[in-house]
């Protein structure tokens, strides 16, 4: 059986407590948003947690844009690349993307199988993430090349692997998810549960949930496959202008340091709607993990 130490990515996170993959069989039912929530909710736990968030979504990376870091360069030590701090000085939200790497945020990235491996392995063998409570990926859709080369090189630190499935409550989406869930068993990957997301939408007037799609499909799912279901998220606008409203650098020479947005974006996720909902997620989640929450 392969050791602990065996491999330059089991060195790099022999410091990584827990390693949460998010993914999902379809696109667009908000899985970034999902790990971005995620990411900022754990960190919310406590007050010493410290999350790391990796970009895999190679071809669409949105994190940076999502956390307010777009046009932030990655810098290289002699450790290794040193990942962008959404929270400055206090370095306990760590981010890394492919995002950082282009020169142009519209630039595409037309890779095949191999080089989309080789930028895996080195997102984790290669960056100094140095000690985290929770490594939390967002991966691409469907159940190809990415999560193939993240599982591969993930092997010798499977044990602190565990997964979070997203989908959205139409039947489309429900089937790709049960694509997921047949990937996870496959690989003996462990779920922590289901999201149901946009699930009804927030009113931005009056707060009141209308369901505008149908409902409760991603529950009815989880109670048939035996999976925990984690909670439901509505469509909240709110929170959608918050994650979409970072903009680059209006200089020509990119930042080093977080903008004051990325800060901002930590004071105002916790006063969104969304917030207290995905705070019980989290709370299940940890519960799941066996940690408890101080918040």
């Given at each position: ?6 491999t ?46 990796l970009?895999?979504?190679?071809t669409g ?10 046009g ?12 962008v ?19 142009k945020?519209e ?47 993930l ?10 499935i ?23 990957l ?11 939408y ?21 109670r048939?496959?035996g ?11 709110e929170?959608v202008t ?31 709607s ?8 989290v ?13």
């Amino acid at each position: 059986m392969t050791s602990f130490q065996d491999t330059p990515v089991s060195r790099r996170l022999q410091h990584v407590r827990h390693i949460i993959i998010v993914c999902s069989g379809k696109g667009g039912v908000g899985k970034s948003s999902v790990s971005t929530q995620l990411a900022l909710s754990l960190r919310a736990s406590s007050p010493t947690t410290r999350v790391g968030i990796l970009d895999v979504d190679l071809t669409g990376p949105s994190i940076p844009r999502m956390l307010g870091l777009d046009g932030h360069p990655v810098h290289q030590s002699s450790d290794g690349w040193v990942p962008v701090y959404s929270d400055g000085s206090e370095a306990r939200l760590a981010c890394m993307s492919v995002g950082f790497l282009l020169k142009k945020k519209e630039d595409s990235v037309v890779w095949r199988g191999p080089k989309k491996n080789a930028m895996i392995r080195q997102f984790l063998s290669d960056v100094r993430w140095g000690d985290l409570d929770y490594l939390v990926i967002d991966t691409p859709p469907g159940t190809s090349d990415e999560h193939l080369s993240l599982m591969e090189h993930l092997a010798p630190v499977h044990s602190k692997l565990s997964a979070v499935i997203v989908t959205t409550p139409q039947a489309v989406a429900l089937l790709d998810a049960m694509k997921c869930l047949s990937f996870t068993r496959a690989t003996s990957l462990p779920v922590l549960g289901l999201i149901e997301n946009m699930s009804g939408y927030v009113c931005p007037c009056c707060g009141e949930i209308s369901n505008v799609f149908s409902t409760g499909g991603g529950e009815e799912m989880a109670r048939r496959e035996g999976l925990h279901f984690l909670g439901s998220l509505p469509v909240d606008t709110e929170l959608v202008t918050l994650l979409d409203a970072a903009e680059p650098p209006v200089s020509d020479t990119p930042s080093t340091e977080p903008s004051e947005k990325s800060f901002a974006l930590l004071r105002r996720y916790q006063q969104t709607s969304t917030a207290p909902l995905f705070g019980n997620i989290v709370k299940e989640i940890l519960r799941s993990l066996g940690e408890e929450s101080s918040s």
